[in-house]
């Protein structure tokens, strides 16, 4: 969810009010109303605030005409008439300027690759195989979007700067913690905390876990798992018991330079139970077949799973 254009407007013209010698208790009512009217409000005022404080501002603004001079410096020489377009602008400067540190870093992997990626914060993540985030480091907020596979994540404590971790529809928030993700579908995900505690949010149910405990959200509901200590990490091994098929082709694919497919949806509601060990896809798929009595086609192109 980002803020539009018309609260970035309303944030600055708030900001302009704020700044000025007379604000009211009335003002400050409205000024509430307004916040909690809608949570992009909110964050388009926090974004702004923070530019408005920074020194980004005065950087911004040097490199600027004066025309987009920082308003504080304006105000003084009575060089506009409208604070509040002067505000609009300068900001508006500001966040060209700093745009570079709110563009999102994606990393990604290679099938059955392990990839260490250190954070501009200290934050350490392990991606498993055909697996990719992206990352927005703010000055007040650390965002995170795992878009597909698993990841391993050993978060720096910073208070000020809480992160979240996306998973489609889910949330995870920590501050300081260790933990590991693992996006089987759109709507399966698994969160297991190794140290610390993290806060897991689907937009319907809420769940705080700590040490040693695991979640799986699924189709917005959360349910407690068995910790699986050897799963923390992309260990090359899948533990299933009673799990869908397709949560087990899931984790072959981080492996397959083949893609796999599930071609009919009696096979894809299959359960299997087992240890498999995933980083060996071929073994894995020819262990399904005699235990299973699945169909594999390979093909040039792609495996396809038929039962």
Request: proline share 3%.
């Given at each position: 969810?980002t803020?539009?254009?018309?609260?970035?407007?309303?944030?600055?013209?708030?900001?302009?009010?704020?700044?000025?010698?007379?604000?009211?208790?009335?003002d400050?009512?409205?000024?509430?109303?307004?916040?909690n009217?809608?949570p992009?409000?909110?964050?388009?005022?926090?974004?702004l605030?923070?530019?408005w404080d920074?020194?980004?501002l005065e950087t911004?603004?040097?490199?600027e005409?004066a025309?987009?001079?920082a308003?504080?410096?304006?105000?003084?020489?009575g060089?506009?008439s409208?604070?509040?377009?002067?505000?609009?602008?300068?900001?508006?400067a500001?966040?060209?300027?700093?745009t570079?540190?709110?563009?999102?870093?994606?990393?990604?992997?290679?099938?059955?690759?392990?990839r260490?990626?250190?954070?501009?914060?200290?934050t350490?993540?392990?991606?498993?195989?055909?697996s990719s985030?992206?990352v927005?480091?703010?000055?007040?907020?650390?965002?995170?979007?795992?878009?597909?596979?698993?990841?391993?994540?050993?978060v720096?404590h910073d208070?000020?700067?809480?992160?979240?971790v996306?998973?489609g529809?889910?949330?995870?928030t920590?501050?300081?913690?260790?933990?590991?993700?693992?996006?089987?579908?759109?709507?399966?995900?698994?969160?297991?905390?190794?140290?610390?505690?993290?806060?897991?949010?689907?937009g319907?149910?809420?769940?705080?876990?700590?040490r040693l405990?695991?979640?799986?959200?699924m189709?917005?509901?959360?349910?407690?798992?068995r910790?699986?200590p050897e799963?923390?990490v992309?260990?090359?091994?899948f533990?299933?018991?009673?799990a869908?098929l397709?949560?087990l082709?899931?984790?072959?694919?981080?492996?397959s330079?083949t893609?796999i497919?599930?071609t009919?949806?009696?096979a894809r509601?299959l359960?299997?139970?087992?240890?498999?060990?995933?980083?060996?896809?071929?073994?894995?798929?020819?262990t399904?077949?005699g235990?299973?009595g699945?169909?594999i086609?390979?093909?040039n192109?792609?495996i396809?799973?038929?039962?």
């Amino acid at each position: 969810m980002t803020a539009t254009d018309s609260s970035y407007e309303q944030a600055a013209a708030w900001l302009d009010q704020m700044n000025r010698s007379v604000f009211d208790a009335a003002d400050g009512e409205r000024f509430d109303a307004w916040m909690n009217a809608d949570p992009l409000n909110r964050e388009a005022f926090a974004e702004l605030a923070a530019i408005w404080d920074s020194e980004e501002l005065e950087t911004a603004c040097a490199a600027e005409p004066a025309a987009t001079a920082a308003p504080r410096r304006l105000f003084a020489a009575g060089w506009v008439s409208s604070a509040r377009v002067a505000l609009v602008a300068a900001a508006t400067a500001a966040i060209v300027l700093f745009t570079a540190t709110m563009i999102p870093r994606d990393y990604g992997s290679a099938p059955g690759e392990m990839r260490r990626v250190a954070l501009a914060d200290g934050t350490s993540v392990v991606l498993g195989g055909s697996s990719s985030i992206s990352v927005r480091m703010l000055p007040w907020r650390r965002a995170i979007d795992l878009e597909r596979g698993e990841a391993s994540f050993d978060v720096a404590h910073d208070a000020a700067r809480p992160m979240a971790v996306r998973i489609g529809e889910t949330r995870v928030t920590v501050l300081g913690t260790a933990f590991h993700i693992d996006r089987l579908a759109a709507d399966r995900v698994t969160v297991a905390v190794s140290r610390g505690s993290v806060r897991v949010n689907t937009g319907t149910e809420e769940l705080d876990i700590s040490r040693l405990e695991a979640v799986r959200a699924m189709s917005g509901r959360l349910q407690r798992v068995r910790f699986e200590p050897e799963l923390q990490v992309a260990s090359g091994w899948f533990v299933a018991k009673e799990a869908p098929l397709a949560d087990l082709v899931e984790k072959l694919r981080r492996y397959s330079k083949t893609p796999i497919r599930i071609t009919n949806g009696q096979a894809r509601a299959l359960r299997v139970t087992g240890r498999f060990k995933i980083a060996d896809v071929a073994g894995t798929l020819n262990t399904l077949e005699g235990l299973y009595g699945i169909e594999i086609a390979r093909r040039n192109s792609s495996i396809e799973i038929s039962l």
